[in-house]
């Protein structure tokens, strides 16, 4: 299958090639030529397949004609070590937590698929050069990343973050790994650290030295995956949901999430519609109340992962929908709530139902509480565990929570990082000499 680039003005690219360069030469974002329609017979008996097999079926209708069975297989298996379970918080409402991987949330499979995707590209490589992976990151990208790419070989992953602007759990969180992670303190901001990684793919020098990549989450081995677990949500609430329309509610800040499920229904998936949860930066909310696009500078707000000002995947939905904005309005509707109405919601949530949200599925949550209708069966996606946004949530809901194992663990880790300035001259003498 070829990629081409929502801008085309670049040449098409195989998959290989979209994944080792990201973004295309024209500055666009890589979509499949074609999305194949999965059989009706799939859906008729999804609810007796494995989450494996489900996501497998789903990846050969991406990646089957370029990668072969066994590897693919064993790629998605590997991926996919732990579970997303749809849970009942109330009638006719399922959160589907997406939080049970390695660093408590979503982006764990995007870049668990993708490190073993590029894994595999460089195996087959006759003449194996190490791939060197840079990554800015303000917090949870540079975990998912770090913890995705850990161990697999023939990759080294250098993740930049901004000198005591990052959470203690969130650091640690990649910090603490060694082997082929290697964590760069940068003395300055998250935008003097993206602004390096940007330069160093810029750099003549460093291109001949070493073969550079990025795991960002515009790249199509993050984004198509997680399509997964939309299948998945089906196949789990199929049996409640029966005679009823699904509609499925999804946190967004650059809009990958949202837009791999919008592949899932144009690949067969029975969802009716799709709601878009916003926090203050509202621009696709106020995009389908006017059909313009204004893109503004992001707010700080509670649920930080969803403070994105000009959503990089919001050009994918228009080329999914050919720029046709009622049909947009079809199949999305959007929501948007400030910081108070999402800790109301994790109150309110949580003293009705026994169910602790975190800020970013709270604004899934109250957009199905508001919008669902009496037909219809909602989910929405539970981005991350509450304890990733430990002192809000607990300053909301006045308890402790009990930090899951898996983040104590990276808690007890010593901490290994280089300190570096934030010139370029600097990192560039660093990653010459590695
Ligand atoms: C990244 C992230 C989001 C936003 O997902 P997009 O694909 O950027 O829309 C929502 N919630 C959490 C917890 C995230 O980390």
Known sequence: MKYYSTNKQAPLATLEEAVVKGLASDKGLYMPER?????????????????????????????????????????????????????????????????????????DVGARFMARLLGYFIEKEKNKQLVNVLVATSGDTGSAVANGFLGVEGIRVFVLYPKGKVSPIQECQFTTLGKNII????????????????????????????????????????????????????????????????????????????????????????????????????????????????????????????????????????DLYNNDFNAIKRDISAARYSDEEIAATVKRCYRDTGYLLEPHGACGYQALEDNLQANEVGVFLETAHPAKFLETVEHIIGEKIEIPGKLQEFMKGTKQSIELPKDFADFKDFLMKV
């Open 35 to 107: 999305i194949k329609s999965l059989p009706r017979a799939f859906f008729d008996t999804i609810e007796n397949l494995s989450f494996q097999e489900i996501a497998y079926t789903v990846a050969d209708a991406f990646f089957g004609e370029d990668v072969e069975a066994d590897n693919l297989k064993q790629i998605v298996y590997d991926t996919l070590s732990f579970d997303t379970p749809a849970v009942k918080v109330k009638e006719n409402i399922y959160s589907l937590e997406l939080f049970h991987g390695p660093t408590l949330a979503f982006k």
């Open 183 to 318: 964590a760069l303190e940068v003395d300055g901001t998250f935008d003097d650290c993206q602004a390096l990684v940007k330069a160093a793919f810029m750099d003549a020098d460093l291109n001949a030295k070493h073969l550079l990549t990025s795991a960002n989450s515009i790249n199509v081995a993050r984004f198509l995956p997680q399509a997964f677990y939309y299948f998945y949500a089906y196949a789990q609430v199929k049996k409640a949901a029966a005679g009823k329309d699904l509609v499925v509610c999804v946190p967004s800040g650059n809009f990958g999430n949202i837009t791999a499920g919008l592949f899932g229904k144009r690949m067969g998936l029975p969802v009716t519609r799709f709601i878009a949860a916003n926090n203050s930066n509202d621009i696709f909310f106020q995009y389908l109340q006017s059909g313009e696009y204004n893109p503004r500078p992001s707010v700080a707000t509670l649920a930080n992962a969803m403070d994105v000002g000009d959503p990089s995947n919001f050009v994918r939905i228009l």
